[in-house]
């Protein structure tokens, strides 16, 4: 499994900036995915998934009516579109897989993760 976060980078306040992650290694179409942030001292948060048909199933409440989740199931690709970025929105911003098995127990991966900085 390999997820590969890219779109990170410096924005101002009340700006835009879009994420994608691109992933390989697993059968994508059948894969619930979701982005999660962190910041220094803090536990990753989860901010959104996305299931398989494409419907965004979480927003946390932080993000909610600012960022949009998708995907491109002929792209291997999740996105994260974020609009009217705050400076609490700064963070590394992360792909995060699930995997069940056969035996029912779960693997979970996560991409190197991308830097997002608001900031004037």
């Known amino acids: 499994v390999r997820l590969v976060e890219s779109g990170g980078g410096m924005v101002q306040p009340g700006g835009s900036l879009r994420l994608s992650c691109a992933a390989s290694?697993?059968?994508?179409?059948?894969?619930?995915l979701s982005w999660y942030r962190q910041t220094p001292g803090k536990e990753r948060e989860l901010v959104a998934t996305?299931?398989?048909?494409?419907?965004?199933?979480y927003y946390s409440d932080s993000v909610k009516d600012r960022f949009t989740i998708s995907r491109d199931n002929s792209m291997n690709t999740i996105y994260l579109q974020m609009n009217n970025l705050q400076p609490e929105d700064t963070a590394v911003y992360y792909c995060?897989?699930?995997?069940?098995?056969?035996?029912?127990?779960?693997?979970?991966?996560w991409g190197q993760g991308t830097q997002v900085t608001v900031s004037s």
């Open positions: 995060y897989l699930r995997r069940t098995t056969i035996f029912s127990t779960t693997n979970d991966y």
């Open positions: 290694g697993f059968t994508f179409s059948r894969s619930a």
């Open positions: 996305i299931n398989t048909k494409d419907v965004a199933t």
